[in-house]
């Protein structure tokens, strides 16, 4: 069994940062991938970024490039995304995800993909 949990969630300005993590407890596991996605209200959950353990290949929504940064550290089994220039519109509850498994680049963004998830973290962006 894995668990997997959240932190760094929080209420900021837009143009702040935040850094979300995510860490691995329980199973031991020597490969993974881990995800993050968001969900807004009213809206379906949606992809933000992941990244593989092997090699440390990530992946993006195009709504994120080149503000979030997803980083790991293997040692910790812990996943980080560094969010900045933070925008109204970046307002969700935040997912973390895992698989055993290493994905595929497309499938890194199915939800369908992961099998342990977090609980979610708030991030709430206001103006």
């Known amino acids: 069994q894995v668990q997997v949990e959240e932190a760094g969630g929080g209420l900021v300005q837009a143009g702040d940062s935040l850094r979300l993590s995510c860490t691995l407890s329980?199973?031991?596991?020597?490969?993974?991938?881990m995800g993050w996605f968001r969900q807004a209200p009213g809206k379906e959950r949606e992809f933000v970024a992941a990244?593989?353990?092997?090699?440390?290949?990530?992946n993006y929504a195009n709504s994120v490039k080149g503000r979030f940064t997803i980083s790991r550290d293997n040692t910790k089994s812990t996943v980080y995304l560094q969010m900045n220039s933070l925008k109204s519109e970046d307002t969700a509850v935040y997912y973390c995800?895992?698989?055993?498994?290493?994905?595929?680049?497309?499938?890194?963004?199915?939800?369908?993909?992961?099998?342990?998830w977090g609980q979610g973290t708030q991030v709430t962006v206001v103006t």
């Open positions: 995800a895992s698989t055993p498994r290493t994905l595929s680049t497309a499938s890194m963004q199915r939800g369908d993909q992961y099998e342990d």
């Open positions: 329980g199973r031991t596991l020597s490969t993974w991938t």
């Open positions: 990244i593989r353990r092997a090699n440390g290949n990530t």
